[in-house]
């Protein structure tokens, strides 16, 4: 279940280093993990669109192979590592594909870099404000129930773990998990150590990217792919506030792991729109 070609380093700051892939040639599109995952989810979407585009996949800061750093645990400078990366690579016309907190990187990019060097974009399943007073919002949870998440699992390595198996298999993917999966689903969040994902997820609980995601979408493009468990809410709730942004509804939260034909096709037909 891993990638096979080896990848690269770029440092964004120094002493931290940011882990790559790139595969394929073309127009670049660039995918980014959610909170504490890797590379290595995206292995359907290399396989399938790096026969006609350069792919290039990252592990953000202080997540997979990356250098792991006691500051900078926050989406603001994943965007700013991002931007860097992008500089680096001379990207340009590049579409940006983010899953969960990695639409968060996405917008934080765009709150440090802008639009110009984007075609397209696409949010997979993630609110730009997790959390709200306003009951008809899409988030996260009630705040409740985000703060014990918090408090009860992420204070220890067993915690995380414990917390990582409830959300694979209650809310990540919809059918039975082989033991195998679930051991890789769990090994991929655990090279975040649970401090650094603990302060991760609090920053994604308490960011609002709601200007960020008003702004890409008036710019270029914009899909937000939408896991089928709250559809019906993260749908009213992006036409209402973000009525440019286009929507589709797919199986769980990691539908582009476990519908790859069908999410690979969603986001080709996206593509093929312009």
């Given at each position: 279940m891993t990638t096979a070609a080896p990848g690269t380093y770029l440092e964004v700051a120094p002493g931290v280093e940011l882990y790559y892939e790139e595969h394929g040639a073309g127009q670049?599109?660039?995918f980014v993990?959610?909170?504490?995952?890797?590379?290595?989810?995206?292995?359907?979407?290399?396989?399938?669109?790096?026969?006609?585009?350069?792919?290039i996949v990252v592990d953000p800061r202080s997540q997979g192979r990356s250098s792991k750093t006691v500051h900078g645990n926050d989406y603001a400078t994943h965007g700013a590592d991002l931007a860097r990366l992008f500089a680096a690579l001379d990207l340009r016309d590049a579409v940006l594909i983010g899953w969960s907190t990695g639409t968060l990187d996405m917008l934080g990019y765009v709150q440090h870099a802008g639009t110009g060097a984007l075609r397209a974009a696409v949010g997979i399943d993630m609110s730009p404000r997790p959390l709200s007073v306003n009951a008809d919002d899409w988030v996260e949870g009630p705040l409740e129930e985000i703060a014990g998440a918090w408090r009860s699992f992420l204070r220890s390595p067993q915690g995380q773990r414990d917390f990582i198996t409830y959300y694979a298999t209650e809310v990540m993917v919809q059918r039975e998990l082989s033991p195998a999966e679930l051991d890789w689903i769990v090994r991929q969040s655990l090279t975040t150590p649970h401090y650094l994902a603990s302060a991760l997820?609090?920053?994604a609980m308490f960011c609002d990217y709601s200007a960020e995601l008003q702004a890409l979408s008036e710019a270029v493009p914009t899909l937000y792919v939408l896991a089928e468990h709250w559809a019906g809410t993260a749908t009213a709730f992006l036409g209402r506030a973000f009525p440019r942004v286009q929507t589709a509804v797919l199986g769980g939260h990691m539908m582009f792991w476990e519908h790859p034909e069908r999410f690979n096709a969603t986001i080709e037909a996206f593509l093929a729109q312009r």
């Open positions: 670049p599109l660039v993990p959610g909170w504490t995952f890797t590379t290595e989810v995206f292995q359907h979407q290399v396989a399938h669109f790096a026969q006609t585009y350069r792919v997820f609090a920053d």
